[in-house]
């Protein structure tokens, strides 16, 4: 009988392994086939795009969208704007809301202000940024810093900075505080205890909060498409979405510049992966 439960209970856990390892497989093709599609699109020629059957494997592969997109078009220049925008959008957030979420999770305040005070930060975060379009464009506007690249790091970072904040705060209040009062009892200063002490053991929440804030700012699209004007200070997102027109829609190109674009956010989740799954499993998931 005992023998009989047992071989029971071996086979119940192998089907539950294969139908989770099924469940796996299948999220796996969700979520990648449409990259590959993309990829595969780009290397084809516009009649095979549309071809019937589709082909799932170019048979003939070109680098002509390629040459459409970066050399003809300026989508380089797109590129660069998007780069430069998410990094100083990245660096700023994580800076600015490494220091609020320490200074909320470390600090008292009388009257229940840290709870009122977060809850602020927050709600700023449940606003849709398109409320904010008009005052932001007269912002931008009366200081003529339309079609630059500062506007768009002030506006981005008006909407992650809440973001990065909650994370950090809620990573902080994971770490001991008995390390950092340690390191003031030895003589340290406490900004000296966030700098050598919180901050190192805070990487991975850094990493968790950095590709967020980067892949936000990189993918950004509404306020982009409303602050700038100009090629020379579109970002990526506003250049392809400018290759579908009232008389064609250049699908190769498209795939070819999104394809491209996909290359540095995964790059850079590869570079700070073993932080980034700690970051998440860890200050990332509580409020």
Not at 51 to 59: F, G, I, T, Y
Not at 62 to 73: G, S, V
Not at 168 to 191: C, H, N
């Amino acid at each position: 009988m005992a023998t009989a439960i047992r071989t029971r209970s071996r086979a119940w856990e192998r089907a539950l392994r294969i139908a989770a390892y099924l469940t796996i497989l299948v999220a796996l093709v969700l979520t990648l086939f449409p990259v590959y599609w993309i990829a595969a699109n780009s290397f084809k020629f516009d009649i095979d795009i549309f071809a019937v059957p589709p082909e799932w494997v170019p048979r003939n592969p070109t680098l002509k969208h390629y040459d459409e997109a970066f050399i003809e078009r300026p989508f380089l220049r797109y590129a660069l704007n998007s780069f430069l925008v998410a990094v100083g959008t990245t660096v700023v957030s994580v800076t600015f809301g490494t220091m609020a979420g320490y200074a909320l999770a470390r600090f008292s305040y009388p009257w229940q202000w840290r709870r009122q005070i977060s809850f602020w930060i927050l709600s700023t975060r449940m606003m849709p940024p398109i409320v904010s379009i008009i005052p932001l464009y007269l912002f931008f506007n009366y200081f003529d810093m339309l079609n630059t690249k500062s506007a768009l790091i002030i506006a981005y970072t008006a909407f992650n900075l809440p973001f990065a904040t909650w994370m950090m705060k809620s990573y902080f209040q994971d770490l001991p505080i008995e390390l950092e009062e340690a390191a003031i009892v030895d003589g340290d200063t406490r900004w000296g205890a966030f700098l050598h002490v919180a901050l190192p053991l805070a990487r991975p929440g850094l990493a968790a909060t950095a590709i967020f804030s980067l892949i936000i700012s990189w993918n950004e699209f509404l306020l982009s498409l409303v602050i700038t004007l100009t090629e020379q200070s579109q970002t990526l997102p506003i250049g392809i979405a400018g290759r579908v027109t009232q008389y064609n829609t250049y699908w190769g190109e498209i795939s070819a510049a999104g394809f491209m674009a996909c290359v540095p956010i995964v790059i850079f989740a590869f570079i700070v992966q073993k932080h980034l799954v700690r970051g998440l499993s860890l200050g990332a998931v509580k409020g």
